[in-house]
């Protein structure tokens, strides 16, 4: 941590966020410094190569929790496969990307993990890798610095 580190904006244990270049304007996030990589909740996920031989990846995702209505497809460019471990020990190989994320006045690019989140009450988790020497969290606060945004489906 940086001497400077009491200057940094605190966030709560969760918070809204958008990743404008997946279109999706809103995701409720928890914030997880358990996590060292940040992931994001996809289905039907398929990864292709190009003419030019770039590893891309198409798939969908439902941004609000127990909500199958809304989908939300994707497709971005892959920058690696790697061994993740779940919260339950479980390995496995998953495709990641690097997206730009905005969450309340701060944008910042973060990588990503594609896995299947639908047991989980997130549809994303903000990793500590994504969180270092840019934010402090209190885990006794939520969204700091983001309003709580109400969806209701339609």
């Known amino acids: 941590m940086s001497s400077d580190s009491e200057n940094y904006p ?10 404008p270049s997946l279109n999706i304007p809103h995701i409720k996030a928890k914030v997880d410094t358990g996590a060292r990589t940040s992931a994001l909740h996809t289905f039907d996920l398929e990864t292709y190569e190009t003419d030019t031989g770039q ?48 969450l309340g006045d701060h944008t910042w690019e973060i990588e990503f993990s594609l896995t299947n989140r639908d047991n989980m009450k997130f549809r994303m988790l903000l990793g500590r890798t994504a969180m270092e020497d840019r934010f402090l969290v209190n885990p006794a606060l939520s969204y700091q610095q983001s309003k709580p945004y109400r969806w209701l489906p339609s």
């Open 10 to 19: 605190v966030l709560g244990w969760r918070e809204w966020l958008s990743i």
């Open 55 to 102: 590893e891309r990846v198409r798939f969908l995702v439902h941004p609000f929790q127990d909500d199958t209505d809304t989908v939300v497809p994707c497709d971005c460019a892959v920058i690696g496969n790697r061994s993740v471990r779940d919260s339950g020990g479980h390995e496995q190989v998953r495709p990641f990307i690097c997206l730009p994320v905005v």
